[in-house]
């Protein structure tokens, strides 16, 4: 079955950080492990563009909002492309291809009936694109609860979507489908968010400026949030160069908990109302704090995605986040805790295990796999259950257990006391000591693929198995006797040899 996944697409009018590399790495685990079951996948990411913020922040720049575009998406493409995210394609909402897919989508809901002209009148942040209700502002003053800046009394004719018309079609596909949203809490929210009763919602703007424009009335624009969630579709239509959403929609979307009302409502009911399909599923993650702090540059514990890299390597950071902190969870994050886990479990659990073991067999068997069945037990189909519930925490654990169990077994079967001795049997129980354990690195190899990629890469080419991703060889005791082994330089060089 094709799979299709997304992160969100990043707001430019902020550098990246580590809560886009994080999105951004999930979203690539199971996008290549989707690819190692042999299964089509479409993996996107991109930039949202328009809006006011965006504008304003071109000004303050001195630049065009396109010329401000250009620059801090290029930030994104690269960090993805640092962080070896094997995305299908990189969108940008100012991609003409797109804007004219999200007026197409306009007339659409036009054209069913969904679309009504009506004066909108409130209290409106320009920094959040957001009008407010008087109840959710700081008073006295009416003061964005974000910016902390006084919201303006606005009033304009706007275009409204009939969202209230779509409570129960929404309902139906949430009790449908109890697993909509995950997880459960998050689906709890959604669904008391839509039971609670939806307001219609203004689709145009007047006041911005920067936005595709409203097909029948272009002096207005379409509100930002429509046009960025568009994103998802109009993608699989151009982004490869030929129409592929028959195959790839409905996608799975990643997102964090505070975009968690425009995904899980307001999406759905606008394709719905457009006559699509909804998303296949919502998953909704956490937030990465520091030390039960939000990070912030001001408080200086931010931990920069692109220094990580460039110390440890992407693979470090990819392990990280995934391993500290449970998927779908908040949690807390920090440099030191990252080195920890760099030194403790990645040079010393895995890269050790590969070290050991592929120099052992240099050193006993000439270099090559001795004949042998594997004395260990395959975790891959625990692995791929807790994957296909978006578990991506629990899945490393589960692959972890294979690192600890071949760790104690070479602790426990000793090769090294084996080789010394004289007797034949001692020789037949270090075949099978050195067939399991290159047998089990290669499976590692396999198994962490989606996450470690690097690691992978290099850990199979040292066992002779270069390339061998393949799902059905996360097994155990595929390995074929008489297989070349070359002993790597280390995986992960220590952190002093690092120079961090
Ligand atoms: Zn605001």
């Known amino acids: 079955m094709p799979f299709s996944v997304t992160t969100p697409i990043y707001y430019v009018n902020s550098d990246p950080h580590l809560g886009h590399a994080y999105t951004t790495v999930a979203a690539d685990v199971l996008?290549?492990?989707?690819?190692?079951?042999?299964?089509?996948?479409?993996?996107?990411?991109?930039?949202?563009?328009?809006?006011?913020?965006?504008?304003?922040?071109?000004?303050?720049?001195?630049?065009?909002?396109?010329?401000?575009?250009?620059?801090?998406s290029a930030r994104f493409r690269d960090l993805v492309a640092k962080l070896n995210a094997t995305n299908d394609y990189f969108i940008r909402t100012t991609d003409p291809e797109h804007e004219a897919r999200v007026q197409d989508f306009l007339v659409r809901l036009r054209d069913a009936g969904h679309l009504y002209e009506d004066t909108y009148a409130g209290l409106y942040c320009?920094?959040?694109?957001?009008?407010?209700?008087?109840?959710?502002?700081?008073?006295?003053?009416?003061?964005?609860?974000?910016?902390?800046?006084?919201?303006?009394?606005?009033?304009?004719?706007?275009?409204?979507?009939?969202?209230?018309?779509?409570?129960?079609?929404?309902?139906?596909?949430?009790?449908?489908?109890?697993?909509?949203?995950?997880?459960?809490?998050?689906y709890n929210e959604a669904r008391s968010q839509i039971e609670a009763g939806l307001n219609d919602l203004s689709v145009s703007r007047a006041s911005v400026s920067w936005g595709v424009p409203l097909p029948w009335k272009p002096e207005q624009t379409i509100y930002v949030w429509v046009d960025?969630?568009?994103?998802?579709?109009?993608?699989?239509?151009?982004?490869?160069?030929?129409?592929?959403?028959?195959?790839?929609?409905?996608?799975?979307?990643?997102?964090?908990?505070?975009?968690?009302?425009?995904?899980?409502?307001?999406?759905?009911?606008?394709?719905?109302?457009?006559?699509?399909?909804?998303?296949?599923?919502?998953?909704?993650?956490?937030?990465?704090?520091?030390?039960?702090?939000?990070?912030?540059?001001?408080?200086?514990?931010?931990?920069?995605?692109?220094?990580?890299?460039?110390?440890?390597?992407a693979?470090?950071?990819?392990?990280?986040?995934?391993?500290?902190?449970?998927?779908?969870?908040?949690?807390?994050?920090?440099?030191?805790?990252?080195?920890?886990?760099?030194?403790?479990?990645?040079?010393?659990?895995?890269?050790?295990?590969?070290?050991?073991?592929?120099?052992?067999?240099?050193?006993?068997?000439?270099?090559?796999?001795?004949?042998?069945e594997t004395a260990l037990e395959p975790v891959h189909e625990r692995v791929a259950e807790r994957i296909d519930a978006l578990d991506l925490t629990g899945a490393l654990e589960e692959i972890w257990t294979l690192v600890r169990a071949a760790n104690r077994y070479?602790?426990?079967?000793?090769?090294?006391?084996?080789?010394?001795?004289?007797?034949?049997?001692?020789?037949?129980?270090?075949?099978?000591?050195?067939?399991?354990?290159?047998?089990?690195?290669?499976?590692?190899?396999?198994?962490?693929?989606?996450?470690?990629?690097?690691?992978?890469?290099?850990i199979l080419a040292a066992v002779g198995d270069p390339g061998a991703t393949g799902w059905e060889r996360a097994g155990l005791g595929l390995t074929v006797a008489g297989t070349a082994v070359e002993q790597p330089p280390p995986l992960f060089p220590r952190l002093a040899a690092a120079g961090a």
Not at 58 to 65: D, H, I, S
Not at 325 to 341: E, H, I, M, N
């Open 31 to 72: 996008a290549r492990h989707h690819r190692q079951r042999g299964e089509d996948v479409f993996f996107l990411t991109g930039t949202d563009e328009h809006g006011a913020k965006v504008a304003r922040a071109a000004e303050e720049a001195g630049l065009t909002p396109k010329e401000f575009c250009d620059r801090v």
């Open 126 to 186: 320009t920094g959040c694109e957001q009008f407010y209700a008087e109840g959710d502002l700081e008073q006295p003053g009416n003061i964005c609860p974000l910016h902390k800046t006084p919201v303006e009394w606005l009033e304009e004719e706007n275009t409204f979507f009939r969202l209230s018309a779509f409570t129960g079609p929404l309902l139906e596909l949430y009790d449908r489908d109890p697993e909509y949203v995950v997880p459960r809490t998050r």
């Open 228 to 313: 960025a969630l568009l994103n998802y579709h109009t993608a699989l239509e151009y982004g490869t160069g030929t129409d592929v959403s028959a195959t790839f929609w409905p996608s799975t979307h990643l997102l964090g908990k505070d975009i968690l009302r425009l995904h899980c409502v307001l999406w759905p009911a606008l394709l719905v109302a457009a006559g699509y399909e909804p998303p296949r599923k919502l998953f909704v993650h956490g937030y990465l704090t520091s030390g039960d702090q939000k990070m912030s540059k001001s408080l200086g514990n931010v931990i920069d995605p692109l220094q990580v890299i460039a110390d440890l390597g």
């Open 315 to 372: 693979d470090a950071l990819r392990f990280y986040v995934l391993r500290e902190v449970q998927f779908g969870q908040d949690g807390s994050v920090t440099r030191d805790g990252l080195d920890r886990r760099y030194e403790g479990e990645l040079a010393n659990d895995l890269g050790n295990l590969v070290s050991r073991t592929t120099a052992m067999i240099a050193r006993y068997r000439d270099g090559r796999v001795p004949e042998g």
């Open 410 to 458: 070479v602790e426990d079967a000793a090769p090294w006391a084996l080789a010394r001795s004289d007797d034949p049997a001692d020789a037949e129980k270090l075949d099978t000591a050195l067939y399991t354990l290159a047998d089990a690195v290669r499976a590692l190899g396999v198994l962490l693929h989606g996450y470690i990629p690097e690691a992978s890469e290099r």
